[in-house]
């Protein structure tokens, strides 16, 4: 999106106006640190190689965690 505001030398409202997109999406800066909870899962989950990415949701939850469980199938995926 910069580019096409050096190039055509328009405003970054203009320029995402005629893309279509809103100002807030376009300045959006996603904050998922999955780093600190990669750890246990793996753990969990190589103690208890036949649970799920559920159970071990379970089991985060009764350790304290408070993670949502897309979040725990996001990280048990990404580990493989």
């Known amino acids: ?3 096409y505001q050096a190039v055509f030398k328009v405003s970054e409202r203009r320029a995402l106006r005629v893309f279509g997109f809103g100002r807030s999406t376009h300045r959006y800066q996603g904050c998922k640190d999955d780093c600190r909870l990669a750890d246990q899962p ?3 989950a190589a103690q208890r190689p036949r649970y799920g ?3 071990l949701h379970v089991l985060l939850r009764r350790q304290g965690e408070l993670v949502n469980h897309k979040r725990v ?3 048990y995926r990404a580990e493989g």
């Open 1 to 3: 999106m910069r580019h």
């Open 42 to 44: 793996g753990e969990l």
């Open 53 to 55: 990415y559920r159970r």
């Open 73 to 75: 199938y996001r990280v």
